[in-house]
């Protein structure tokens, strides 16, 4: 019932930029963190940048000071901003959310289908 929607992903040159966005929906009571992961082909999933409800971000190494992630917690939505892309950033990029649902004690963990990034060089 509940869900999570991303969309924004696409094909870009080396130097470019995107902007992910993906949306939480259903029955949620409430959310706690939400963030990106990303999966390129050979590898394991990893995680990107997470952010919490009161706003505290943490980002891998390998993107700090190109990416930056946002939210806003009215729409239970988060955004990934995406810029200086190099080949090394092409994946599927899986939104993730934490939090819990409707029901009393029912514990939240959702993940999205996943949008594709593509960076040429």
């Known amino acids: 019932q509940a869900q999570l929607v991303e969309s924004g992903g696409g094909l870009v040159q080396a130097g470019g930029s995107l902007r992910l966005s993906c949306v939480a929906s259903g029955r949620i009571y409430t959310l706690n963190a939400m963030g990106w992961f990303r999966q390129a082909p050979g590898k394991q999933r990893e995680l990107v940048a997470s952010?919490?409800?009161?706003?505290?971000?943490n980002y891998a190494e390998f993107v700090k000071g190109r990416f930056t992630i946002s939210g806003d917690n009215a729409k239970n939505t988060v955004y990934l901003q995406m810029n200086s892309l190099v080949p090394e950033d092409t994946g599927v990029y899986y939104c993730?959310?934490?939090?819990?649902?409707?029901?009393?004690?029912?514990?939240?963990?959702?993940w999205g289908q996943g949008t594709q990034v593509t960076v040429s060089s």
């Open positions: 993730n959310a934490e939090g819990a649902g409707r029901k009393w004690g029912d514990y939240l963990e959702l």
């Open positions: 952010i919490t409800a009161g706003g505290a971000t």
